[in-house]
């Protein structure tokens, strides 16, 4: 039996069914994917970088939004929610509902097994598309662990990663440190074998 064609959904009418919903779900190229929930850790490891951040650019014209905030890749059309999203500057938005972002400047994704692959290949991909990205973290759930991707002039990505308790991550485009301590406060890095791989959108 041959399986019947998805039927190619607008932006339009993603985004009127995704101002309704109670969940969340991603959209690219006419697809709509649904996203799975967070579980305790990655919930507590997003927490701790928001209060870090936040902290740090109380008195900085730079924004900290959580994972409702949804972002849209304009080069590729790509609308995803990143686990953290720091704005520096005036925000960008897709419309006057002001619940779809443009311009981020830094991002940051918890790992888990279901989206590890997504996080560090295609999804990366699209970010990397976005002029004013500066920054790009991936943070792991399962050990103490950050990698940090930095653009430089000419659109080239430095790595560095930090591993021991004493490491840190400083992110110069808005002026902040990141450390392990900080992120993974009061969180237990037992790894969730029970969180499977979902469908991911291509590119």
Not at 28 to 33: A, F, H, P
Request: net charge negative.
């Amino acid at each position: 039996m041959t399986a019947q064609p998805r039927r190619y959904i607008t932006e339009d009418e993603y985004l009127e069914h995704e101002r309704q919903s109670v969940t969340k779900s991603e959209y690219y190229d006419g697809q709509i994917y649904a996203m799975t929930g967070a579980k305790e850790a990655h919930n507590l490891i997003a927490g701790n970088l928001i209060a870090s951040l936040h902290g740090q650019l109380r008195r900085e014209p730079c924004r900290v939004y959580p994972s409702d905030m949804r972002v849209k890749v304009l080069q590729t059309g790509l609308n995803t929610y990143p686990d953290v999203t720091v704005i520096c500057g005036q925000p960008q938005f897709t419309d006057e509902t002001r619940d779809t972002l443009t311009n981020p400047t830094v991002i940051i994704e918890v790992l888990s097994p279901s989206t590890e692959r997504y996080d560090r290949g295609v999804k990366f991909r699209h970010y990397r598309s976005i002029e004013t990205l500066r920054d790009y973290i991936l943070i792991a759930q399962d050990r103490q662990y950050i990698e940090h991707y930095t653009r430089y002039e000419g659109g080239q990505w430095l790595f560095e990663e930090a591993s021991t308790p004493e490491a840190r991550i400083t992110l110069d485009s808005i002026g902040c440190i990141l450390t392990l301590e900080d992120t993974y406060e009061k969180v237990d890095l037992a790894e969730d074998e029970d969180d499977l791989p979902r469908d991911i959108p291509p590119m």
